[in-house]
């Protein structure tokens, strides 16, 4: 188990980021991710305040606007205790990651004695690999838990030899994490010191269309109805406290109803995830902020 907090580097500076100059370019996310938020990019940038203070990301994910961003002060969170594992190492050790990457193949006797072995007792550098390895293997880059816990996607199916990384990838993720602090917490403890003038983007476990279409189980728990209102009451606090707040989700009544106090636009993005790629195309999704950019 990792600690729940883990501090930015003693070097990190500590000033105010202009937003929409990217101070590292190359920086992108080193994960796979559904609903991943990489495509969304020019909805989201067009978004972000002028300026602000330091940056909180509480559903990091693949962190697509962070690093796009590459802000100087970061927060990032999750509850994924293997993805904050991954953050940590790419960010302290990159060249010890790629070497511990190198040690695997993509195979499928491989990749399912991988995916059943307990984390237990495994470093930060192995269960770091562990992930990445299954991330860039799995299907669709899809991570899904069961009620124990347990990652269950199966093998996806990819052209041989499959690279497990881009060096450059990961050198610029370490860069740009340079300045972050990587929490592993719920969303409501990841923001728990943010001020006024600062900029919090939530991405949660998007609220489901339809009851065959929830990808929300990243966590043995899940996302429900409860966490949902429970993070617009969030929105609410730190809306009083002074932080900037943009949130993106999935367009359904719910939703709409949930946030219509606050500023609601609709913007295209693309599915990426489904069973039948002819379902395969653009969806509505909301963008709700509490302040013009």
Not at 15 to 33: D, E, L, M, T
Not at 219 to 224: L, R, T, V
Not at 252 to 259: G, V
Request: charged content about 25%.
């Amino acid at each position: 188990m990792i600690e729940g907090v883990a501090g930015a580097r003693p070097d990190s500076p500590a000033v105010p980021y202009p937003a929409g100059r990217k101070a590292r370019p190359s920086a992108q996310p080193f994960v796979k991710w559904a609903g991943g938020k990489t495509n969304l990019l020019p909805e989201l940038l067009r978004r972000v305040p002028a300026q602000f203070g330091t940056y909180f990301e509480p559903f990091v994910g693949g962190g697509a606007l962070f690093f796009a961003l590459s802000p100087p002060r970061a927060v990032l969170g999750d509850v994924n205790e293997d993805l904050i594992c991954a953050y940590l190492e790419v960010r302290d050790d990159p060249s010890g990651l790629m070497d511990a990457l190198d040690r695997y193949e993509y195979d499928p006797e491989v990749y399912y004695r991988v995916r059943a072995q307990s984390v237990a007792g495994l470093d930060l550098q192995a269960r770091a690999a562990r992930f990445l390895y299954l991330n860039r293997t799995c299907y669709n880059g899809l991570y899904r838990v069961n009620r124990r816990g347990e990652f269950n996607v199966p093998i996806g199916r990819y052209k041989r030899p499959l690279r497990l990384y881009d060096p450059a990838v990961l050198q610029a993720a370490s860069a740009a994490l340079a300045g972050a602090e990587i929490v592993l917490a719920s969303f409501d403890r990841s923001v728990q010191h943010a001020k006024t003038g600062d900029f919090v983007y939530f991405d949660p476990p998007y609220w489901p269309v339809a009851s065959t279409s929830s990808f929300t189980r990243y966590s043995p728990n899940g996302f429900d109805e409860n966490d949902q209102k429970w993070l617009k009451a969030l929105v609410d606090r730190l809306t009083e406290r002074g932080v900037r707040v943009l949130l993106s989700n999935s367009d359904t009544p719910f939703t709409r109803w949930l946030y219509a106090d606050y500023r609601i636009e609709s913007v295209s993005a693309p599915r990426a995830i489904n069973s039948d790629p002819a379902n395969r195309g653009a969806v509505s999704e909301l963008l709700v902020s509490n302040f013009s950019a």
